[in-house]
């Protein structure tokens, strides 16, 4: 199954209000004036203890067109001068960057926010909210310790 159609159909797991108002949570935590380190933290906690799911970053920042740009050229110099190992990282490159491009398309995603599958909750970070870096990091701190 193509990561696209995996994301296609996001739905919140057994249609549980609960889940959705900590999405609505993260997503006012997200586009607050000001970063509440301590409150997004709670949340991540209750989530965490409530439900069984992971956390992922859609970096739609890193892995755009310009990154796919990038990656499609240095795999052709790669390959000129016979790297095939690095023409082989950059070819994984390209094709990441094309499927979160896709991702970003078919879901209409333009600004960052939080949104669920069945199993995870993910985070399109498009840097466009004001909390963006804070909550990345948070996330990636987080998901680290547990």
Request: charged letters at 30%.
């Amino acid at each position: 199954m193509k990561m696209f159609e995996f994301f296609r159909h996001i739905k919140y797991p057994n249609k549980s209000i609960r889940m959705k108002k900590y999405i609505d949570k993260l997503n006012r935590i997200l586009w607050s004036d000001d970063y509440d380190i301590k409150k997004m933290n709670t949340v991540l906690q209750k989530i965490n203890r409530e439900y069984l799911v992971n956390f992922e970053i859609i970096d739609f920042k890193i892995y755009n067109l310009d990154c796919l740009g990038k990656a499609i050229v240095d795999k052709n110099t790669a390959i000129e001068n016979k790297n095939f190992e690095l023409a082989a990282q950059n070819r994984d490159l390209e094709k990441r960057c094309m499927k979160y491009i896709e991702i970003k398309h078919r879901l209409n995603i333009y600004t960052s926010e939080f949104q669920i599958d069945s199993n995870r909750i993910l985070f399109f970070h498009t840097g466009t909210s004001p909390n963006d870096k804070f909550i990345k990091s948070e996330i990636n701190k987080w998901t680290n310790i547990n």
